[in-house]
Structure formats: structure tokens, C-alpha cells
């Protein structure tokens, strides 16, 4: 079963806007997200990150939601630019290690 | 300060050989965690490795295996490589402690003939 989950598999933005990926879960035993931006062939970039206890974590123009009672996770991008353009990944952790599980991925397209 | 390196970048291996891939973590990172990337399932955890132990696995058969050395390099090994093998395999490193994110290494390309 896929515990978690993007449902969006591309999302196309005009540079300037916003761009709002979507995550959910279904393990209550996660305590800690991340996302993760990735080029093709390259290993997954670490981007922004929140824990179970908290509802919103910001940095630059990244800011991840978190809606603990829906499961549900979001990233905001403001403004996207041209080079935000890759795959985004959601992953969850419980308190059991580092073991991360993946969401399938969203692939952002910002056009210029 | 460096980031997690893993070798080699490419590789390619013929139906029923044996590989192994290397990761070095990021300094003062004691927690190590492989992933296979695929096309069709997406990135999935293979194990994890703190302290030389194994904490952590996942759903993959046995003729994936790994090990980490006492200063916390890690190596994983796939035996009698079957095509589906073809991936690519990614390296993690963190600390082991809560709050605190994995950064990744630059993977390991394996294609399987």
C-alpha cells in the first residue's frame, strides 16, 4: 500500500506565480516530513522540512503546510522561477530510524 | 564540507554477475540508508545502516545486502543481478537524531544486460 502519496503527477506554472504541491499520507506514526527537489539521474535535493508538532515551516520562498487531522502536506513556491522546474518529491519518517518513505513524485514545469 | 559521495557513477553488469556499490557519508553522519530508484515503483528503501548495524529494511529479496564500517562508510552488494536490477541507487546520510534531514548522494547508475 502506498502510505504516502502526490497525487499530481505535473503541475505547470507561469514564472512569478505560485506553485503548490500537494502530499498525503495515511501512517500516523510519521513524525517528520520532507521534500525533496531531483533532476533526472542526480540524487534528491533536500529543500525544506517540518515536524508532526508543528503547522507551517518557511524558508526563502519555500513554506511547507502541514494538516495533521487531513494527513495532507503541502509546499508553496513564491514567486516560482524557471529554474524551480524538476521533480519534487515528498517523504515521511516515523521515530523508528531514518528509514524515508517516498511519495511518487510531482514534476513542476515553470515557464518563463 | 563535503557531501556523500558514492562510487562509482556508472556501471554496467551482465545478467547473473555480483556488484557492489560504495558511499561515503557526510562527516559526523553515523546513519546510512540505500534507495532504488525505478521508473515504474518509484524511490524505495532498500536498508539502513547505524553504528555498523543494520536498524532498518525493506521489502527487497535477499540477494540485496549491505554492510557499514566503523567510520560509517557503507557499501551495498546485489548478487546474481537480474535485469529488473537496473536502477538507480541512492546513498543517504543523516544524523541519527529527531528533526534532522537526509541529504543524498549523486546515485549510482546500474544497468544490467
Known amino acids: 500500500d502506498q502510505q504516502v502519496k502526490q497525487n499530481s503527477p505535473s503541475l505547470s506554472v507561469q514564472e512569478g506565480r505560485i506553485s503548490i504541491l500537494n502530499c498525503d499520507y495515511t501512517n500516523s506514526m510519521f513524525d517528520y516530513f520532507l521534500w525533496y527537489k531531483k533532476y533526472p539521474a542526480e540524487g534528491p535535493t533536500f529543500l525544506i522540512s517540518?515536524?508532526?508538532?508543528?503547522d507551517k515551516n518557511e524558508d526563502g520562498r519555500f513554506t511547507v503546510f502541514l494538516n495533521k487531522s487531513a494527513k495532507h502536506l503541502s509546499l508553496h513556491i513564491v514567486p516560482s522561477q524557471p529554474g524551480d522546474s524538476a521533480v519534487y518529491f515528498c517523504?515521511?519518517?516515523?521515530?523508528?530510524?531514518?528509514?524515508?518513505?517516498f511519495g511518487g513524485g510531482t514534476r513542476l514545469m515553470v515557464k518563463p | 564540507k563535503a557531501g556523500v559521495t558514492q562510487t562509482p557513477r556508472y556501471l554496467i553488469k551482465t545478467r547473473g554477475q555480483q556488484v557492489t556499490l560504495s558511499c561515503s557519508p557526510i562527516s559526523g553522519h553515523r546513519s546510512v540508508s540505500w534507495y532504488q530508484q525505478t521508473p515504474g515503483q518509484g524511490l524505495q528503501f532498500l536498508f539502513e545502516y547505524f553504528s555498523e548495524t543494520q536498524r532498518n529494511k525493506g521489502n527487497f529479496p535477499g540477494r540485496f545486502s549491505g554492510r557499514q564500517f566503523s567510520n560509517s562508510r557503507s557499501e551495498m552488494n546485489v548478487s546474481t543481478l537480474e535485469l529488473g536490477d537496473s536502477a538507480l541507487y541512492l546513498c543517504?546520510?543523516?544524523?541519527?537524531?529527531?528533526?534532522?534531514?537526509?541529504?543524498f548522494g549523486q546515485g549510482t547508475r546500474l544497468t544490467v544486460v
Open positions: 543517504a546520510s543523516s544524523f541519527d537524531r529527531p528533526g534532522t534531514e537526509a541529504f
Open positions: 517540518i515536524s508532526s508538532i508543528k
Open positions: 517523504a515521511a519518517r516515523n521515530n523508528a530510524g531514518n528509514m524515508l518513505t
